[in-house]
């Protein structure tokens, strides 16, 4: 195993209450594409893995190795560092960064903290992550989306 590959098994992909399975598809063959492996779903709406690879061909070894949680504390509850994603601007005072910003912290906190995995937290399609879920986290990142 390289040194970046240990790097990046030390990262989890968080997605709390996806509304649609075709959007754990996508972050699955991007995981893969990127060299991620672990996937962590917080009460996915729906969860059909056979659908699912069906989607994003080749992703069978990232979709059975994924892990089912009931709530958003319990999934984070080992990571020593998360990362929560937003595309909202919020107002209360969080250590917010961007995406090139946060990437090189996220990489060399895998590479230094073996204390737990680093996770990186997204929310539903619809609503994203309320406050409370940020306040979950470390460090925020707001993502330039179209605001429509």
């Known amino acids: 195993m390289t040194d970046a590959t240990?790097?990046?098994?030390?990262i989890v992909v968080v997605l709390w209450e996806t509304q649609d399975l075709v959007n754990i598809a996508a972050t699955v063959r991007a995981m893969k594409n990127f060299g991620l492996t672990r996937l962590r779903l917080v009460s996915p709406a729906e969860w059909d893995p056979w659908r699912i690879e069906g989607i994003a061909h080749d992703t069978e070894d990232v979709v059975q190795a994924a892990e089912i949680f009931d709530d958003l504390r319990t999934a984070l509850a080992d990571c020593s560092f998360v990362v929560a994603m937003t595309a909202?601007?919020?107002?209360?005072?969080?250590?917010?960064?961007?995406?090139?910003e946060i990437a090189g912290e996220i990489i060399a906190r895998a590479a230094e903290d073996s204390s737990g995995?680093?996770?990186i937290l997204f929310g539903r399609e619809d609503i994203g992550l309320p406050n409370w879920?940020?306040?979950?986290?470390?460090?925020?990142v707001t993502i330039p989306t179209n605001p429509d």
């Open 88 to 100: 909202r601007g919020r107002r209360a005072k969080r250590a917010v960064g961007r995406p090139r």
């Open 133 to 140: 879920a940020l306040d979950l986290a470390h460090r925020s």
């Open 6 to 10: 240990a790097r990046l098994d030390r």
């Open 117 to 119: 995995p680093i996770a």
